[in-house]
C-alpha cells in the first residue's frame, strides 16, 4: 500500500507522531496469525499470582483471579494501537484474529485470553463490541489526561469517576442489563481502550492512567455468582448457624492462647500494620521460592540483608531480600512503608512480605539487567547516550513523585547506581527504601543519625544533619555526572567525588573542553547540545549549598527536553544514514511488510512501515534537512 504524498500536508507534530508510533509498533511474536502487537506494551507477571484463590471484579468489570490484572491492560494496550490502525477506528477485532491472540504468554503460561475470562472481546461478542474511537465521549479522554497537572489521588480519581459515568451511560443506551457481567466488562473494556488510544502520544500520563486503572478494581467473592432470594435465605440461615458456633471457636481460642503464644513468630505491631496491605508470605513459601532450582543464586549483599533470586509457584522469578538478624527491625518497617505507599513505574515494587520466627523477609519485582553501576562499566556492552539520557529521565520522574507525594517529600536518602535497577528493557526503577524518610509538609527535619552512602551524600547534610528534598538532588547530580563521564565513584571515596564534580565545573564553564567530559566509550556519539544541558543542570544539582540547587521539577523538565530532542536527532539520523538512504532508495519495500525483521539505530528499533512513511516523506519533496527541520 502506497503512503499518498497529500497525507504529510499535515502539521509537523502529528508528522512527527506518526514517524515515531510507526518507529515503536513491532509485529507481535506471540502468534503468526495475531494482528495484535505485544512488543510495544509487553506482558509482564505479576505477585499477586500467588495468591491463585483471590478473585477481583477487575476494572469493576467481571470478576477473575489477580493473576490476569496485568494480561488486561496487556490487551487493552495492544487493542488500542490496532484500533489506531484500524481506518474505521474499530476497537474489537474479529472472532478468528482474537482466538489468534488468545495464546498462554510466554514468562506466564497459565496466564491467558482463555483463562483470564477474556474469551467475549471480539466483534459480536457483544452489542459492546461494536465500539468505534468516535464512540467515545472526549470528556472521559479529557477528565483522563490531567496527570500531571493535578495530585495523583485527584487526577484518578476524576479519571475513574468519568470512566465509571460513560459506563452507566452506555449501558443504559444499549439497554444492557447491570447484572449482565460479560456485557458489563465488554462495555469498560472498550472505554478503556479508547482512553488509552487518546494518550497513545503521552507516555507519561499513559503510564499514571494504566497505574490509575487498578481503582476500578474491587474485591469480588471466591465464588462470583448472580444470588437470587431463595440463596440469599439459604445464606441468611447459614450465618445464624456461624453466629452459634462462633461463642465455641472463641472458647478455643481462649484455651489454647497461651499455647501459641510461646510459639508466636516474631512481630511487631509497626511491622505488621505496615504489611496489612501486602501479600504475607510464609517462611516455608519463601524458603521454596529460593531453592526453586539445585543453587541458590544471590544477587547482592548489602548492610541491611542478602538479596537472593527467588522464583514463585506462578513460575514469576523475584528478588528476595533477607534482612539480617543484626539488623534492626527500622529498616524493615521503613522500607515496607516507603514501598507500600507509593506506586510508580520507576520504582521498584514490592509484592510481599514475611515475618516468621525471628525472620524477615521482603520479596520485590525482579529486574533482570541488574542495577546501573554493573552496566556503566561492563566490558561486553556499552551505554549509548540516548539509553543514558532515558534512564536518567525516568529517575528524575520517579524523584518527582517521590518529592510531591501527596502526605509530603519523601525523601530516599540512599540515591547512587547501584540502587538504580534495570528491567529486561532497560527500563529503570528506583530501589531500596531503607533510609527513606517522609518530611510531611515541612521544609527539612534534623535527625540523629545521619544515614546514606559516602561519596553520594549531600554535603550539608553530613555536616549539620540537616535533611531536605535538595539531599536527593545532591545525589542525582553525582549519579547524572557518572553517567555522562563514564568515571564511577566510589562510594567510600569522597577525593573522587569531588575530583568530579570539580571536573565537571570546568568544564561547564569552559575551562575545559567538552569532550574531557564525555565517557569515551561512546567514541563522541552523544547530541551535544543535550549533553552541555545536562551537563549545566548536573552541576547545578551538586551545589555545595542546598539552595543553590534546583529543584525535582526544574530537573525533570530539563531531563523530558532532552530527551525528546535525542529521539528527534536520531530520528534525523537514521534518515541521513547509509543505511538509512539504502532504505528509502529500496522500492521492493513495502507498508504492508509484517514480518519481524527491524533495523536497529542506536538503541532505537526502527520497523519496515517507519522506512516506508521516511520514503513516502521523501518522495513528496521533503529533503534530510526539511525533515530536521520539521521535527526541531
Known sequence: MEVGCMKFKLPSLLLITLLFFEAFSLPSLIDPACSLNFTTFPYQPIGGCTNVK??????????KTSCCQNALLVFA??????????????????????????????????VSAHTCGFDDFYQ?????????????????????????????????????????????????????????????????????????????NDTFGTNDFDSCLPGLAVPAPVNYIKI?????????????????????????????????????????????????????FSKVEIENAINYSSVKKCLGR??????????????????????????TSDSFTREIEGLSRVRHPNLVCLFGCCIEDGEQYLVYEYCSNGNLAQNLLRKDTVLTWDLRVKILRDCAFALKYLHNHIDGCIVHRDIKLANILLTHNMDPKLSDFGLAKMLGMEESKVFTDVRGTIGYMDPEYMSNAKLTCASDIYSFGIVTLQLLSGQRVIELDLDARDQLTRKAKDV????????????????????????????????????????????????????E??????????????????????????????????????????????SYAFVQIVKSVVKCGIKDHDIRKAIM
Open 54 to 63: 483471590e478473585k477481583l471484579k477487575d476494572w469493576n468489570g467481571f470478576p
Open 77 to 110: 494496550h495492544a487493542l488500542a494501537v490496532q484500533a489506531l490502525n484500524d481506518s474505521s477506528g474499530n476497537i474489537f477485532i474479529g472472532q478468528d484474529q482474537w482466538n489468534a491472540c488468545s495464546g498462554p504468554f510466554t514468562p506466564q503460561p497459565n
Open 124 to 200: 459480536g461478542g457483544g452489542k459492546c463490541s461494536t465500539f468505534k474511537l468516535s464512540n467515545v465521549d472526549p470528556n472521559v479522554i479529557g477528565q483522563c489526561s490531567l496527570f500531571g497537572s493535578s495530585p495523583f489521588n485527584e487526577a484518578c480519581g476524576n479519571c475513574t469517576s468519568a470512566i465509571s459515568k460513560a459506563l452507566a451511560s452506555s449501558l443504559n443506551d444499549l439497554k444492557v442489563d447491570e447484572s449482565d457481567h460479560t456485557e458489563k466488562a465488554i462495555c469498560l473494556v472498550g472505554l478503556i481502550v479508547s482512553v488509552i488510544a487518546g494518550k497513545m
Open 228 to 280: 437470587n432470594n431463595n440463596v440469599a435465605e439459604a445464606l441468611l440461615a447459614v450465618i445464624l448457624v456461624m453466629i452459634g458456633l462462633s461463642a465455641v471457636i472463641t472458647l478455643i481460642k481462649y484455651v489454647t492462647k497461651n499455647k501459641k503464644k510461646e510459639k508466636k513468630p516474631f512481630s511487631n505491631k509497626g511491622i505488621s500494620a505496615s504489611c496489612s496491605g501486602l501479600y504475607r
Open 302 to 327: 548489602g548492610s541491611a540483608g542478602q538479596v537472593y533470586q527467588g522464583m514463585l509457584p506462578s513460575g514469576q522469578l523475584v528478588a528476595i531480600k533477607h534482612i539480617f538478624k543484626s539488623n
Open 508 to 559: 561547564n564553564m569552559g575551562k575545559r573542553p567538552l569532550t574531557d567530559f564525555q565517557d569515551p566509550r561512546m567514541q563522541g556519539n552523544v547530541i551535544t547540545v543535550d549533553f552541555e544541558s545536562i551537563l549545566q543542570i548536573a552541576v547545578l544539582c551538586v551545589a555545595n549549598s542546598s539552595t543553590g540547587r534546583p529543584t525535582i521539577d526544574l530537573v525533570y523538565d530539563e531531563l
Open 561 to 606: 527536553k532532552a530527551w525528546k530532542n535525542t529521539q528527534f536527532e536520531m530520528v534525523v539520523l537514521f534518515a541521513e544514514s547509509k543505511d538509512g538512504e539504502e532504505l528509502i532508495s529500496d522500492d521492493t519495500l513495502e507498508i504492508t511488510r509484517t514480518d519481524s525483521s527491524v533495523i536497529l539505530f542506536g538503541s532505537f528499533p526502527f
